[in-house]
């Protein structure tokens, strides 16, 4: 399973963008790159997924280069509510592997009023 | 569609107890997921199980901890003679068969709290 490295922290401010970069250099041929979100006393929620280029929903972007050593997960204009913590993983897109995922400590971002 | 149930959602044992953690998966879900988080960490896998059969334990403790996905009712995590270190959040997960995407739906998680 490839590792990810991100931010172990971030701030920002009501209606400005956040854009968190998550560095997987090791990721393989199959794997898949997803972002999870966190809320206090919650289990994570599934944001976002993406193979390559660009992805968005509703919720969020996500952009990966071409090389695919790293992705950037952007929140549009972020309110308190997205207080969380944002976990970047990659797995193999081959149901046989076990389908597990890895979380790293991911990354608390605090919105500020 | 109700989604991913756990219960208990708190539980407290003593050393030396038997803890026993319930996971409902979603409708139409066959693949259940348990993962552990200590504070302050990500979660750590555990265990993975489809209906009847145990897919992926490399996470599991090699001692005091078994999982079950039976054919009907819910997955069950059982951790025996509970020692303070097993105090933890332990979220259960749920996938469909065929999910290319490999989306899991989380639970809200049960504390185990070890006196």
């Known amino acids: 399973l490839a590792k990810t490295t991100q931010p172990i922290s971030m701030d920002s401010y009501e209606g400005q963008e956040v854009n968190i970069t998550c560095s997987h250099n090791?990721?393989?041929?199959?794997?898949?790159i997803t972002w999870y979100q966190q809320f206090p006393s919650q289990g994570p929620r599934f944001i976002i997924q993406?193979?390559?280029t660009k992805v968005t929903n509703e919720v969020a972007s996500l952009f990966i280069p071409a090389d695919r050593k790293s992705s950037t997960l952007s929140l549009p204009r972020v309110s308190l509510s997205d207080t969380a913590v944002y976990y970047c993983?990659?797995?193999?897109?081959?149901?046989?592997?076990?389908?597990?995922?890895?979380f790293g400590t991911g990354t608390r971002l605090a919105v500020r009023p | 569609n109700a989604g991913v149930m756990q219960n208990p959602r708190h539980l407290v044992r003593r050393r030396g107890q038997e803890a026993r953690l319930r996971c409902s998966p979603m409708?139409?879900?066959?693949?259940v997921y348990w993962y552990r988080q200590l504070p302050e960490e990500g979660l750590k896998f555990m265990v993975y199980?489809?209906?009847?059969?145990?897919?992926?334990e490399s996470g599991m403790p090699k001692e005091r901890f078994s999982a079950e996905f039976p054919k009907e009712g819910p997955s069950i995590l059982r951790i025996q003679q509970v020692v303070r270190g097993d105090s933890a959040a332990y979220f259960c997960?749920?996938?469909?068969?065929?999910?290319?995407?490999?989306?899991?739906?989380f639970g809200p998680g049960t504390r185990l709290t070890v006196l």
């Open positions: 993406g193979y390559k």
């Open positions: 199980l489809q209906k009847e059969n145990i897919i992926d």
């Open positions: 409708k139409g879900h066959s693949h």
């Open positions: 997960a749920s996938s469909p068969p065929a999910d290319l995407k490999n989306e899991q739906f």
């Open positions: 090791n990721i393989a041929t199959n794997d898949y």
């Open positions: 993983l990659v797995g193999d897109m081959e149901k046989s592997s076990g389908d597990k995922l890895t």
